[in-house]
């Protein structure tokens, strides 16, 4: 595609690592700023050479701590990182309460390291709706490691998966009853299982809980060349972090060998961001001229002259048509 001057000299910046610059278009996707789409249609062509690992799980699992000391095994590997740190919203400004970012204040001064913060806005599965569009931005550019960190989810909010090469899944040491409960939610997400706080009375125990599930659900599993490993670690003393980035490494080289379940995931990704595309795209049109046309015909449908399916249909062609 044609790229005019202004995107082209941005698209050069960020491929050459100008942090900069990246900051700035972040701050442009969180607004929502319309005229930004080109921009992102650059970029994403211009992309994919940064590996993306997802770090998810309940609150409190300790998965910012986790996530900075992963950040000081790669330096030391020699390798560029980004994180985007998806942080709860404050119910007064709407701005990311900066928890994640303060926990990784170590590496501020590297500027072989970016962390950003993002708001989640109250979005259900763990991510806000920009976080799609700042992965493109970060990918543009020549970072080896892509953290994407979700803030606390729970069972159900899994979208990490579509946007993640590799997921990782944290867990605390819990009963047998709570890993029983969680397995067909979040728990069936985990490229890799992390059972963080390894000093707890219960997280050997934990450990084979999961190991246990893994097996029992394995026959489930598309992906047959991979078992998930389950990892202890003590996020604050770094134990068990080396041997969580070699797994990681293991992972990408195992999707690197098995390239038709790394095609399948990547599919399945592209159709998941562009549905989110197609959902912002209808909820801005709704928010402006063509919201207008559900006031005009909403008495209908109050009064049940008419009916919301037919209306969503009717809007749905009138908005198609002028495409």
Not at 94 to 100: I, Q
Not at 217 to 245: F, M, R, Y
Not at 307 to 318: C, I, V
Request: aromatic residues 2%.
């Amino acid at each position: 595609m044609d790229v005019n001057g202004e995107d082209g000299a941005v698209v050069g910046a960020l491929g050459s690592g100008d942090i900069r610059t990246c900051a700035r278009i972040i701050s442009r996707v969180e607004r929502g700023d319309p005229g930004i789409v080109s921009l992102l249609r650059a970029l994403y062509r211009a992309g994919g050479c940064s590996r993306v690992v997802g770090v998810t799980g309940p609150p409190g699992a300790g998965k910012s701590s986790l996530v900075s000391q992963l950040i000081r095994v790669w330096r030391k590997r020699g390798l560029n990182v980004a994180v985007l740190a998806v942080d709860p919203s404050s119910p007064f400004s709407g701005g990311a309460v900066l928890g994640d970012r303060l926990r990784m204040a170590e590496h501020s001064c590297d500027d072989r390291v970016f962390i950003r913060s993002m708001a989640s806005r109250g979005q259900l599965g763990g991510l806000t709706k920009a976080a799609g569009d700042a992965l493109t931005v970060l990918d543009a550019m020549p970072w080896d490691m892509v953290v994407v960190e979700t803030v606390g989810v729970g069972q159900n909010e899994t979208d990490i998966i579509r946007h993640a090469e590799v997921v990782v899944l944290v867990q605390t040491p819990m009963g047998g009853d709570d890993i029983q409960a969680a397995k067909a939610g979040i728990n069936e997400i985990g490229d890799i299982y992390v059972v963080n706080k390894g000093d707890h009375p219960e997280a050997n125990r934990t450990c084979r809980q999961l190991r246990d599930m893994i097996t029992l659900g394995q026959h489930l599993n598309p992906d047959s060349s991979w078992t998930p490993p389950v990892i202890k670690t003590q996020s604050l003393l770094g134990e068990g972090v080396e041997e969580l980035a070699d797994q990681i490494e293991c992972r990408f080289e195992n999707l690197r060998t098995n390239p038709e379940v790394a095609s399948r995931r990547a599919r399945e990704r592209v159709r998941h961001r562009t549905a989110e595309i197609i959902r912002d795209m209808l909820d801005r049109r709704l928010r402006s001229e063509d919201g207008q046309l559900v006031e005009t015909v909403i008495d209908s449908v109050v009064a049940r002259e008419s009916d919301p399916y037919a209306l969503a249909e009717s809007l749905l062609a009138t908005m198609t048509s002028r495409v």
